[in-house]
Nanobody, 129 residues
Framework: QLQLVESGGGLVQPGGSLKLSCVAS????????IVWFRQAPGKEREGVSC????????NYVDSVSGRFTLSRDNAKNAVTLQMTNLKSEDAAVYYC??????????????????????WGQGSQVTVSS
């Protein structure tokens, strides 16, 4: 049973940066594609980025492309979401989720949350001056 734990959230001013981590235990993360979701109050959970099991394919939604960078270290069983130039609209609880991949060198952001086998508990990101 894979367990995912996010960390690194907090309060940051607009234009600032944060790095979120998702660390797995109870199994190996290398067999899963990882997707980061976020959910702001009153809004649906939104997938923002994914990374393939191999780490060589990453995708981003337009709203974060060029500002967020997703990476993984399978040896450390960890995935990192580096967020820069944060905006007020980025404020949300961020979740990492793991799904069995269709291909080790490909990832996709599936909106349906039931697609994912494992979820972390979430990490709050607040963007405010």
């Amino acid at each position: 049973q894979l367990q995912l734990v996010e960390s690194g959230g907090g309060l940051v001013q607009p234009g600032g940066s944060l790095k979120l981590s998702c660390v797995a235990s109870g199994g190996s993360l290398e067999y899963y594609e990882i997707v980061w979701f976020r959910q702001a109050p009153g809004k649906e959970r939104e997938g923002v980025s994914c990374i393939s099991p191999s780490g060589d394919n990453r995708n981003y939604v337009d709203s974060v492309s060029g500002r967020f960078t997703l990476s993984r270290d399978n040896a450390k069983n960890a995935v990192t979401l580096q967020m820069t130039n944060l905006k007020s609209e980025d404020a949300a609880v961020y979740y990492c989720a793991a799904a069995r991949p269709t291909h080790p060198h490909y990832c996709r952001i599936v909106r349906h949350t039931g697609h994912y086998e494992y979820w972390g508990q979430g990490s709050q990101v607040t963007v405010s001056s």
